[in-house]
């Protein structure tokens, strides 16, 4: 196999292997649904420590496969679901988890994700060795571009998670055989190789043909069927989290009649027009339907528990020709439509993970601001009403929402709370007050007292106020110090990568960079995951853009292109997310695309630039890549400043790149 070749799948199985270890593991330990960012981390570290340790003649990273057969058994053998004896608080998740406690299993996953990407980014590394700086570079995101768009092919066919190993253990086996005349068969590859390999196939084989398993783009969904008398329901959890119940409406409004309040509370309405977001499997639906909803816009992100209503639902509520179904992200879908409603109901639209790339951005959080629910008042006819329900865990939180509805409506809404335990409330608010009838309305004194609302740039509404949780400071602390440990065990001293602090730098900037693109177009367009891959494929673009310009043109000055770059930052600054928001969709596509992606242009070039001058091309790039994990870290800061404000750090790092780049590289640059 040539070179080139081998460096494009070694970089093809490095990204492939990097996502699909972030979306299983997620499926499989709770914790991680909320700490996506963990796994990524421990792969930036892994990658970061394989392009270090590659040398000539180095023996193939044989290792990697078996570590991940260890991590897949381990995985499996002790998963982390959340404890479902209480069955009434099935959203938000309960607070007791059965498996492993935390503080065994984030270590073990994160150091072991970590030994698993060093393997394939030895490969990598070993191929830069062999080739010229910039054209290694440019292989190695024709790789990435081509792992990532195997994953979201894979997405979109919700393939499950044994086609995700099989085709990572094909990879290995692959580039891992050595075909060299004269070497005996059994030389080429040790039997234990395979051995491992096949082990990854039949556990996650055992895993895909469990009964009643199903994966979307976001979830491993799990559906359990249960009896009660006359009651008979499917109780679909995903990632391990308990989500929603499959019932007949008339039953689940005997249960828990608060899902029949947002009609008591706007008596009178026509309901010509109703909007649902969060649609899931169809309860919602049915109940607007037997109340008396002429037509209703069903808008449900995840394909697969839409799917599950339309096969399962009792009540048929999706086969009904009032209903028409958007399988869609629900701040995008108010964005994009013109149309007008009666009712506009948030019905549990809780997705239980993070969006992917960004630390702590649910699904659902661009729902939950300020400038959010402004749009859903502009959608409302005369004499509609918005309405919002969920299992609030957190009184605190009931109170910020109502007090968010507060500022967007111009008055107090109905706030019923159907119970303290689990804090299951509704808040429902008339486009005046006089479209609304309360039982019992808003206290003014709760909404003084209440969080700050949320906002487009501060998306986290589950956040009581601007802080960094213990629990984050002291989980990026232990990663920092086990990196560093790490970094020097494998490595060797860590003074070998003094000479590239500016690339460790850049390596940071830029992940915040990255970070600020996918949370963006994230607002923009939606939190979907056809949105998400095509920002990491336009990033990967974008770079790649920057290494043939760098490859075939002259280029300014490194000082020019900085200055360039603080440009594209300034401008990226300057422009606001509801200006975008007020373009035409086609002009907004274009405006966001030059926004966001002419920083990250500007950036490689300048890292393209600075990487033709290292005299040790693999320990620059290990540099700039453990660079991009610190970054990682660094992202949980827009839990303080907001996501705008990584804008202004990612600029303070970059200055510090310009200021610590080598004399020789000045020279060189220019």
Same mark, same amino acid.
């Given at each position: ?572 600054? =300057? &422009?606001?997310?509801?200006? @975008?928001? %007020?373009?035409?969709?086609? $002009? /907004?596509?274009?405006? +966001?695309? !030059?926004? *966001? ?49 990584? =804008? &202004?750090?990612?600029?303070? @790092?970059? %200055?510090?790149?310009?200021? $610590? /780049?080598?004399?020789? +590289?000045? !020279?060189? *640059?220019?």
């Amino acid at each position: 196999m040539t070179v080139r070749r081998r460096l494009v799948l070694s970089s093809a199985l490095m990204l492939f292997l990097e996502l699909a270890l972030i979306r299983w593991s997620g499926a499989n330990i709770v914790h991680l649904s909320y700490f996506t960012n963990f796994v990524l981390l421990g792969s930036f570290l892994g990658v970061g420590l394989g392009f270090l340790r590659a040398k000539p003649g180095r023996k193939p990273p044989y290792y990697s496969p078996v570590v991940l057969a260890l991590l897949v058994t381990f995985v499996l053998a002790f998963p982390v679901t959340v404890n479902q004896d209480d069955q009434q608080v099935i959203y938000f998740t309960s607070l007791e988890t059965s498996g492993p406690p935390i503080w065994v299993t984030l270590p073990l996953v994160f150091l072991a994700t970590a030994v698993v990407l060093m393997g394939p980014a030895e490969l990598v590394g070993g191929c830069f060795l062999e080739l010229e700086r910039l054209e290694a570079y440019r292989y190695d995101l024709l790789g990435s571009l081509l792992g990532t768009a195997a994953f979201t092919a894979l997405s979109y066919l919700k393939a499950p998670s044994l086609a995700w190993g099989s085709i990572v253990v094909a990879l290995y086996l692959t580039l891992l055989w050595r075909y060299e005349p004269g070497v005996p068969l059994k030389s080429r590859l040790p039997a234990y190789v395979p051995v491992t390999a096949v082990a990854v196939v039949a556990l996650l084989a055992v895993e895909t043909f469990s009964p009643n398993v199903l994966w979307s783009p976001y979830y491993k969904v799990e559906m359990t069927v249960r009896t009660n008398g006359a009651d008979t329901s499917r109780y679909i959890s995903v990632n391990g989290v308990p989500h929603q119940r499959v019932t007949y409406a008339k039953l689940r409004e005997q249960q828990e009649p608060q899902y029949a309040w947002p009609y008591e509370r706007v008596k009178g309405n026509p309901l010509d027009d109703v909007l649902i977001v969060g649609a899931g499997s169809g309860s919602d639906v049915a109940i607007a339907l037997k109340h008396g909803a002429k037509h209703v816009d069903a808008v449900e992100i995840d394909p697969t528990l839409l799917g599950i209503g339309r096969e399962y639902n009792p009540d048929r509520a999706y086969a009904d020709p009032r209903v028409t179904t958007h399988v869609d992200d629900g701040r995008a879908f108010l964005e994009r439509t013109d149309k007008k409603y009666d009712l506009i109901l948030f019905a549990l639209p809780d997705s239980l993970t993070l969006v992917q790339g960004a630390s702590s951005l649910r699904l659902e959080s661009y729902l939950f601001t300020e400038e959010a629910l402004r749009s859903v008042r502009e959608h409302l006819k005369p004499g509609g009403a918005f309405a919002m329900y969920n299992y609030y865990r957190e009184r605190w939180l009931v109170d910020r929402y109502a007090a968010t509805v507060q500022e967007a409506f111009g008055h107090p809404p109905c706030v019923d709370i159907a119970r303290t335990t689990g804090h299951q409330a509704v808040i429902t608010a008339g486009l005046t007050p006089s479209d609304q009838h309360c039982a019992s309305g808003f206290a003014p004194v709760a909404s003084a007292n209440a969080p700050a609302p949320a906002s487009d740039d501060w998306p986290f509404p589950y956040l009581k106020e601007r802080s960094l949780p213990q629990l984050y400071v002291v989980t990026l602390l232990l990663v920092l110090l086990a990196s560093a440990v790490a970094v020097r065990a494998v490595a060797g001293p860590l003074q070998r990568m003094r000479p590239y602090a500016d690339m460790f730098l850049l390596g940071s900037a830029f992940l915040l960079l990255e970070t600020k693109s996918v949370t963006g177009f994230a607002l923009l367009f939606g939190t979907t995951w056809v949105v998400n891959a095509l920002v990491f494929s336009g990033v990967l673009v974008a770079v790649l853009a920057a290494v043939e310009v760098t490859r075939r043109l002259p280029t300014p000055p490194m000082p020019v292109m900085y200055a360039l770059l603080f440009g594209a930052l300034l401008l990226a600054w =300057l &422009v606001p997310n509801e200006w @975008l928001l %007020g373009l035409p969709a086609p $002009l /907004r596509a274009v405006t +966001a695309i !030059v926004v *966001a992606f002419l920083p990250v242009f500007c950036a490689n070039v300048v890292f393209a630039k600075r990487f033709i001058s290292t005299p040790d091309p693999t320990t620059a790039f290990g540099a700039n890549l453990l660079g991009a994990m610190v970054g990682g870290c660094l992202e949980y800061l827009a839990l303080l400043v907001g996501y705008h404000g990584l =804008l &202004v750090l990612a600029a303070l @790092l970059y %200055g510090g790149a310009f200021l $610590l /780049r080598p004399r020789h +590289a000045r !020279v060189a *640059a220019t």
